[in-house]
């Protein structure tokens, strides 16, 4: 059974503070590790999607890497708008299709 | 272009009554899923649409649930007899699914069902 655990829970930074949210899995044969944001009331919005071990992508101020048992959201200089949940996601190769989520990070950037 | 959209956004119902919740994905994605996300809880995964295969009903909690697709596009989660911790908010999703399965979700905004 896939199991992906996010830390912290909650985090508080101030505005320019850089920060790392952490994502553990354990699957059978990763097919994708996906990062989603979450504003109060509304829907996961994708951010990014990585396949293997080594891979990064970057968007802005985050940037997402990617080992065999651990993936890292590194945000740089966090602004305000920045504050939202931010969660992880995997695609096995025994789950198919699904993702199985973590329980998200919130994250709040003080001014 | 339109998002996955899902109506209606908020559902309050007395225990007891069944409701139907809509999903509408996004134009020539051909898989759809739906997660539920309970107060406090990661999203758990309830059913997924692929094509015209079988759908995967794995997840569902209980056989008070189901789902269905009608004509490859819309889809509509039904909760029979609906209990207080069935409360949760219901998400959608959809993708192109490819070959290789290793497809973005995209995620509508949700409905919050409230069961009284």
């Known amino acids: 059974e896939d199991q992906v655990t996010q830390s912290p829970e909650a985090l508080r930074l101030q505005e320019g503070e850089s920060s790392s949210l952490n994502c553990s899995y354990t699957?059978?044969?990763?097919?994708?590790l996906f990062w989603y944001r979450q504003d109060p009331g509304k829907g996961p919005e994708f951010l990014f999607t990585?396949?293997?071990a080594g891979e990064e992508k970057e968007k802005e101020r985050l940037k997402a890497t990617l080992t065999k048992k651990e993936s890292f959201l590194h945000i740089t200089a966090p602004k305000p708008e920045d504050s939202a949940t931010y969660l992880c996601?995997?695609?096995?190769?025994?789950?198919?299709?699904?993702?199985?989520f973590g329980e998200g990070t919130q994250l709040t950037v003080n001014p | 272009g339109a998002g996955v959209s899902q109506s209606p956004s908020n559902k309050v119902t007395e225990k007891g009554k069944d409701v139907e919740l809509r999903c509408d994905p996004i134009?020539?994605?051909?898989?759809l899923y739906w997660y539920r996300q309970s107060l406090g809880q990661g999203l758990e995964f309830l059913i997924y649409?692929?094509?015209?295969?079988?759908?995967?009903k794995s997840g569902l909690p209980s056989d008070r649930f189901s789902a269905e697709r009608t004509g490859g596009s819309v889809s509509t989660l039904t909760i029979q007899r609906t209990q207080q911790e069935d409360s949760a908010v219901y998400l959608c999703?959809?993708?192109?699914?490819?070959?290789?399965?290793?497809?973005?979700?995209?995620f509508g905004p949700g409905t919050r069902l409230l069961v009284l």
């Open positions: 999703a959809s993708s192109l699914a490819l070959e290789t399965s290793q497809e973005t979700q995209y």
């Open positions: 699957v059978s044969g990763l097919r994708g």
């Open positions: 990585l396949y293997s």
């Open positions: 996601a995997v695609q096995s190769e025994t789950s198919g299709s699904r993702l199985t």
């Open positions: 134009s020539g994605h051909t898989a």
């Open positions: 649409f692929q094509g015209n295969s079988a759908p995967d």
